[in-house]
């Protein structure tokens, strides 16, 4: 399984030279199974480029949507293989009881806002509720579960024979928890991301941040840690960057999460656009 | 799709009622009654750290509902029932063995119904002040 950053984020593109080192780009990480199905976690500004390097490609392309803010589907109209005659996409995003996903997504993806509409893609698009339980995706299984941030917001687990990846991009576990106490079943996202090889976690605020924003749906740095530390995760990646953030202070804040991280064992980073792992032998 | 966590919406009952001062109980969808509150253990005498996950005929043999006389009552009279059947919030008065006795409350149930349905309900409840 091979797992690479498009866009690592949060909130509100930030291009500049100040954002080279991290990105600018807002949530987009693409998951190439080992059978060549390709997931897309996120669709936004990230997107565009991944969507380039997959023209011509004929592999399934699932598109995981975590929620329907706009810096996760911002992207989606630019995504290249919506535009591709005989190219077929599935877009998985949250349930809901009243609309349904393609009905939603069309609010942005519309007049005024858009001047493509849906029903003009080319490709085969389907827009599909996430299923109550695991799926597969090629040799791929998905696992979706609800998690803590403002509306509703999924967390994935995608598994193979070469491991397993996490995201919860947009997370605020903390949120009315005690991270180190509460019991393992009763904390947001916990059982979905626990033992994962690779865990994408929200890490965009610094603790003095947080303390003004909380409930706004994102962790601050001690919470992200306290949630990785139990999810006990081969790798942690700190993700969707607050867009206040320039490169040095992020790099200040992975000095800073390093070192506070030493000795819980696993590695830790802050994601970067362009970065890219592989798990198992493919 | 929860796995072997609880649903989300439980969660964030749960972290809800244990930073308000009401006393309130948070039932799971199989009526298991999962977690109480510090006020709620004020009323009943000990703290959901000490007595833990009760079954519901556990919960019922230890504190009630009972009716005026002080007979079990019938569960489809309950407010839990009421919101789990009819799929709204509901509202009852009876009698529960409290730590100094038995009282007579008043409680509401909410149910805890996502995306993906049932998963459980709020009840909070508070002691009916005696007649003076």
Same mark, same amino acid.
Not at chain 1, 33 to 60: F, Q
Not at chain 1, 69 to 86: C, K, N, R, S, V
Not at chain 2, 74 to 85: C, F, N, Q, T, W
């Given at each position: 399984?091979?797992?690479? +950053? ?27 199974? /080992? ?17 380039? /390097? ?23 109209? +630019?995504? !290249?293989? =919506? ?43 389907? =827009? @599909? ?18 998690? !803590? ?25 903390? #949120? ?5 106490? !509460? ?14 090889? /690779? ?5 965009? *605020? ?17 919470? /992200?840690?306290? =949630? ?8 942690? +990646? ?14 200040? $804040? ?12 696993? @590695? ?15 | ?10 969660? #964030?009952?749960?972290? $809800?009622?244990?930073?308000? %001062? ?12 999962? +977690?109480?509150?510090? %006020? ?22 230890? *504190? ?21 059947? @009819?799929?709204?919030?509901? *509202?009852?008065? =009876? ?8 009282? @007579? ?12 349905? *049932?998963?459980? %309900? ?11």
């Amino acid at each position: 399984m091979r797992v690479r +950053f498009w866009g690592t984020r949060g909130s509100i593109p930030t291009p500049g030279p100040e954002s080279t080192r991290y990105g600018g780009n807002t949530p987009c990480v693409q998951v190439t199974c /080992a059978d060549g199905t390709e997931v897309v976690l996120d669709a936004g500004s990230g997107i565009r480029t991944l969507g380039a /390097a997959l023209v011509g490609r004929r592999a399934p392309v699932h598109v995981l949507l975590t929620h329907l803010h706009l810096d996760h589907i911002q992207g989606l109209l +630019f995504f !290249a293989p =919506f535009f591709e005659t005989g190219a077929e996409v599935t877009v998985w995003g949250p349930p809901s009881r009243t609309h349904t996903l393609r009905a939603r997504l069309a609010r942005y993806l519309s007049n005024p806002l858009s001047p493509v509409e849906i029903r003009d893609l080319p490709a085969r698009v389907r =827009f @599909e509720p996430v299923p109550a339980g695991p799926w597969r995706l090629g040799d791929c299984e998905v696992r979706a579960v609800l998690v !803590a941030h403002r509306g509703p917001t999924l967390g994935y687990r995608i598994t193979t024979a070469d491991g397993s990846v996490c995201y919860l991009p947009d997370h605020e576990p903390g #949120l009315g928890a005690d991270l180190a106490r !509460a019991p393992a079943e009763w904390v947001s996202g916990l059982a979905l991301a626990r033992g994962c090889d /690779a865990l994408i976690h929200d890490g965009q *605020y610094l603790d003095a941040e947080y303390a003004d924003r909380v409930g706004w749906g994102h962790s601050g740095l001690t919470d /992200a840690l306290a =949630f990785a530390e139990r999810a006990e995760a081969g790798r942690t +990646f700190l993700f969707h960057h607050d867009p206040g953030h320039d490169d040095e202070a992020l790099a200040a $804040l992975e000095a800073d999460a390093r070192a506070r991280w030493d000795g819980r064992g696993g @590695e830790l980073a802050l994601a970067r656009e362009g970065g890219e792992l592989v798990l198992g032998s493919r | 799709m929860a796995d072997d966590g609880q649903p989300l919406e439980l969660i #964030l009952a749960r972290n $809800l009622i244990s930073t308000i %001062a009401v006393p309130a109980v948070l039932v799971d969808a199989d009526r298991r009654f999962v +977690f109480f509150n510090d %006020a709620a253990a004020g009323v009943i005498g000990a703290p959901f750290e000490e007595i833990g996950v009760l079954e519901p005929d556990e919960w019922n043999a230890k *504190y009630g509902p009972l009716d005026p006389d002080g007979n079990p009552m019938p569960e489809e009279d309950l407010p839990l029932s009421i919101a789990v059947r @009819e799929a709204r919030p509901a *509202y009852g008065r =009876f009698s529960v063995r409290a730590e100094h006795g038995v009282i @007579e409350i008043e409680m509401g149930a909410v149910p805890l119904t996502g995306a993906e349905g *049932y998963h459980g %309900a709020i009840l909070v409840f508070w002691p009916v002040p005696e007649a003076g």
